[in-house]
């Protein structure tokens, strides 16, 4: 006999305009059975990440306010956004960006603070980077809210070197210069990077790639990303196509298929369109309704992104699949448990949120 369980539930009918109370229905009692013999795929936790970019005050003023500021905050780590964000329980975290991940040197944000040279923050509004947020405070925050992280390389304006001493510096436990640099900078056991980004948005502000060249950059930087020196195998992470761009998906996936372990796929929502995405606070009713809508294109199967409808793709030589993805943001995550086993992990922009107009999915697909 199936093993079920019954429950009553109260729904409130849902009304198409904001009528009176007193005009709105009764609610409904509806019968759900549920099933427990036969489970579905398992969800994966990972679609419920963030994402934490130098953009607005997300960073400085959000995470980070430094040990000598007067609000409360413990190693400068500002104490009520932690408490929220471990409430959250927060999978896995994507950091520097982003945009800004193709403009950052991982070398800016490591050693003692005051000594951290200061940059201009290109793409978020010309301020000044002053890099106190760097690699240590990124990695340790994510032990501190039992996070994953997701460490977003630079493609787009250093050489690959950069990037295998960035993983070097992360992961080895060795006694390499860099290994010892990071232990003089107080961190003596490696972090475990359960996800490295090779590049960010290569279509774009990651360096305005074509897709082919894109492909083979991805092919020359992956290659020096491995697990070398006793750590655990990382996922690495392509830059995948600008919302509904199916022919850079189709290269990355054909000359680059066999180098990834997941390809990444952007995708934004918002109110109205790009050029005129409305305001980033004090929006009506009718604008939120329309960001929603956006959303829910991708559940509906009214602009699938990935690839067009009825078609698969395959990476080179050796049938690898991507699925794709649906919905986003406020409906999003219930979009996405209806693809449980194909979507590895959702990166949401940005947390702590700050001001900033429009909402933004990094997401990795895994074969």
Known sequence: MMNAKRYLLAIAA??????????????????????????????????????????????????????????????????????????????????????????????????????????????????IEDNSFGTHEFMNYTELLGADAYVAGNMGSLPPRAMEQWFEYLTSNSRSSLAEERRRNGRDRPWRVPYFGIGNESWGCGGNMRPEYSADLHRRYQTFIAARWGTPPVIKVATGANVDDYNFTEVMMREAGSHM???????????????????????????????????????????????????????????????APVGFRGRECHGLQRLRGTVHADHHAPVPRSPFRGYHSNRAFRG
Request: charged fraction near 20%; hydrophobic fraction near 35%.
């Open 261 to 323: 372990n997941a390809l990444s796929v952007h995708y934004y929502t918002f109110p109205g369109n790009w050029e005129h995405k409305g305001p980033a606070t004090g929006f009506g009713e009718d604008q939120w309704a329309s960001a929603l809508n956006h959303a829910l294109r991708e559940a509906a199967g009214r602009q699938p992104f990935l690839y067009p409808p009825g078609r698969a793709l395959e990476g080179e030589d050796h049938g690898q699949r991507v699925a």
């Open 14 to 127: 849902a009304t198409i305009a904001f009528a009176p109370a007193s005009a709105q229905r009764e609610p409904a009692r509806v019968s759900v059975t549920i099933d427990t013999e036969h489970p579905g795929a398992r969800i994966e936790p990972a679609i419920y990440g963030q994402f934490a970019e130098h953009l607005g005050r997300g960073i400085y003023e959000g995470i980070w306010v430094g040990q000598g500021s007067p609000i409360p905050n413990t190693d400068g780590y500002r104490n009520d956004v932690l408490a929220a964000l471990r409430r959250l329980r927060i999978p896995v975290i994507r950091w520097p960006g982003g945009c800004f991940a193709d403009e950052y040197d991982w070398r800016d944000g490591i050693g003692p603070r005051d000594r951290r040279p200061a940059r201009i923050n290109v793409h978020w509004g010309g301020v």
